[in-house]
């Protein structure tokens, strides 16, 4: 379990950080425009960040003790495919879920 | 020139209105971050905190999802804020159309940017390039008025229910397919495919580097390879 000053520290720094990176053009630079280099590199921080975070969790998941797990892969695809197809963020939460518990009930 | 028009009441419902579908996404991934955070041993001071001090679900989960694996902070927190960097380019996009307003207003603004507040506007200022100044604000803090309360209530809910939910739920995996589920629709070319495909390969081959470092490698060459596949796609386009 993290400690105290180690939670403390990571809501103060990603609260700063954030607000400054929020800040920066409405506030500080105002009009000018971003070099083309830099906008296409943003373009892609978060689908960057997020699968990479992502795929660990699936393929060796906590809860198994990082045993790799049929229901829960099943529930990533189903959840991936539900949102790439219908663009529904709660679709594919509700999808990822149900296809879950489905197969952990199947499977008991 | 074409006339301005001048009706901010009616710009901020307008905004209201247009933001009120958003909340059915809003409240589950707060509800969400709430219960994922309690069990990640936040109390309720600290994940509040959080909701309110950084006000963006994904790289809140991020830092969470870090925290657990007992990352260092300086790690924790470049991949967390890593996720927040598109803010820059919302904040870019949005400098031309309010830029000219107080620094008061803009300090707002800028806490209150996050990924519903800014493509509803930006849309709409696209769309009607005869709002004036204080209309665009007005419809700005329009969007952001049902959602901003809602994410601070449904957090709470969440951290308060969260202890209630017997393990069978396996809300464990509930972290993933939450960011499966916002990945999932924001790839919307091929240069997000093969952004995606590289940060999931890099970082499954450098799971093994201590402290989630191999992360923020995968995230750097994944921003690259995307980048790189929109220059390739745009000039083969041009050629053809």
Not at chain 1, 11 to 23: E, H, Q, S
Not at chain 1, 75 to 95: D, E, P, Y
Not at chain 2, 19 to 37: K, M, N, R, S, T
Not at chain 2, 98 to 120: E, M, P
Request: charge should be neutral; glycine fraction near 8%; proline fraction near 6%.
């Amino acid at each position: 379990m993290p400690d105290t000053y180690q939670i403390w520290t990571v809501i103060v720094g990603l609260a700063i950080g954030t607000y400054l990176i929020r800040f920066s053009f409405i506030g500080l630079i105002g009009d000018r425009e971003l070099p083309e280099w830099v906008l296409r590199h943003l373009r892609y921080t978060a689908v960057a960040v997020l699968p990479g975070l992502i795929a660990p969790l699936v393929v060796w998941p906590a809860a198994t003790g990082g045993q790799m797990d049929g229901p829960r892969m099943a529930a990533a695809v189903m959840a991936f495919v539900i949102g790439l197809w219908r663009k529904s963020v709660i679709g594919a939460v509700l999808g990822g879920m149900a296809t879950l518990y489905l197969l952990q009930y199947l499977m008991r | 020139m074409t006339q301005q028009t001048q009706n901010p009441r009616a710009a901020f419902q307008r905004g209201f209105m247009a933001a009120a579908p958003f909340i059915l996404v809003v409240i589950p991934f707060a509800v969400l971050f709430g219960v994922v955070a309690q069990e990640a041993g936040l109390n309720i001071l600290q994940l509040m905190s959080m909701s309110v001090l950084v006000i963006a679900g994904a790289a809140q989960l991020t830092a969470l999802a870090l925290l657990q694996e007992q990352a260092p902070t300086a790690i924790i927190l470049a991949t967390a804020l890593a996720v927040n960097l598109r803010m820059a380019m919302y904040s870019a996009a949005l400098a031309p159309h309010i830029g000219k307003a107080s620094l008061w207003t803009r300090l707002w603004v800028s806490y209150f940017l996050v990924d519903q507040s800014f493509a509803i506007s930006i849309q709409e200022y696209e769309d009607r390039p005869e709002m004036g100044l204080p209309e665009k604000i007005a419809f700005f803090f329009g969007t952001i008025t049902p959602i901003a309360p809602l994410w601070y209530g449904a957090t709470l809910a969440g951290a308060l229910l969260g202890s209630q939910i017997p393990p069978e739920f396996s809300l464990d995996f509930a972290v993933p397919i939450c960011f499966i589920a916002i990945t999932g629709p924001m790839l919307r070319t091929p240069a997000h495919f093969v952004a995606a495909f590289v940060s999931v390969t890099v970082a499954l081959s450098l799971a093994w580097i201590p402290y989630s470092m191999g992360l923020l490698v995968a995230a750097v060459l994944a921003m690259i390879a995307g980048a790189q596949t929109e220059v390739f796609l745009a000039r083969r386009q041009k050629h053809a």
